[in-house]
């Protein structure tokens, strides 16, 4: 069999795709060489792409070439969170957290019962005799209050008031009243 | 710069809302340098020892009861005459929400009461009293006020201040402003 022979039924095959990695290798081998036929020069550039293909490896800066882009998405990633932080919305989110801040520490200082002053003593019977002072004048103003009212009532009741007469104007009584007011005063007499 | 606008901020605001209290602001806007007042202060904790302290169930009640017990006298004549206009004028300007309980003005004593409820749990009250010496008394209590309880205090009151003190008036020696 002469070799282009060879080479026609090799490509036969492959175009199949029915050929082994080394009729393969022969072929892509012939076809790089320089005694190519004039007849089969047109699939050279075929064998030729897969060549170089075959020959392709890795730089050796691949690596860090790809870390790099790695990294820098992932930059890209972050640029666009801190972007969709607009300038409005950073304010807001800022007051929001000191509002919040704040009302925190008031409702602390709530919870511990307003002693946000200085204890006077450290003795409890010292302080005794001032807590007892102030609820003492607290309750002898509550019973005077209590008195004061108890007479204002009485001296209410000392006053000769018809109260069967008030309690028996009634709303109409008071209309009737406004009405006759409004009219001119010849009307009235 | 922006950090340091944010922590004024923040300051500003936790101290605009904490100072609220009556008597500390009748202390920074009504006393005169001049005038001195006495401030004692009764906290939650010290109103705890003092009713673990006491053997009255009535008097132990109120103390457990309550958050704070503030007070404000003053013995200069003159002085407490200033004050009382100024403390009912505080009152009236600045605490507003507070409804006035009791307001006596008899010639042997002068006394308002005002008081807000916050909850069934805390209550706030300001007692601004003339006696009959003419002396200034402001108290301020805060926590569970039970006035029916606290208005019969009076006995067990006498009882407890004369054991503590063999029966003399406390004096008004401490927090001098």
Known sequence: MKPTEEINALLVKYWKGETSLEEEDSLTKYFTGRDVADELKPYTALFQYRENLRCATLSDDFDRKLKKAIQQKKRENDYITIRIFVPALRIAASVAVALSLSFGVYMMIGKNDKTYFAETYSDPNAAMEHATFALDKLSEALQKGEEASIESIQELNKVDLDWKMLDSITESDINYQKSTDSLPLENNL | ?177
């Not at chain 2, 109103?47 to 007070?71: Q, V």
């Not at chain 2, 505080?90 to 507003?96: I, M, N, R, T």
Request: proline share 1%.
């Open chain 2, 1 to 177: 710069m922006k950090k340091t606008a944010f922590i004024l901020f923040f300051l500003l605001s936790t101290v605009s809302l904490s100072a609220g209290d009556f008597v500390t602001q009748f202390l920074e806007k009504c006393i005169e340098e001049k005038k001195p007042v006495n401030n004692i202060n009764i906290g939650k904790s010290m109103l705890e020892k003092m009713a673990s302290n006491t053997d009255d169930e009535d008097l132990k009640k109120t103390f457990r009861n309550l958050n704070s017990i503030r007070i404000i006298t003053c013995d200069n004549i003159r002085d407490s005459r200033l004050y009382f206009k100024k403390a009912n004028n505080l009152a009236l300007e600045e605490f507003k929400d507070y409804q006035e309980l009791v307001s006596l003005n008899e010639k042997n004593a002068k006394i308002h009461i005002y008081f807000k409820q916050e909850s069934e749990k805390l209550q706030d009250l300001i007692f601004i009293g003339l006696d009959d010496e003419e002396k200034l008394s402001i108290i301020t209590i805060t926590g569970k006020i039970d006035f029916a309880s606290i208005s019969k205090l009076s006995d067990s009151l006498n009882k407890e201040m004369k054991i503590d003190n063999h029966g003399e008036t406390p004096s008004m020696d401490k927090g001098t402003k």
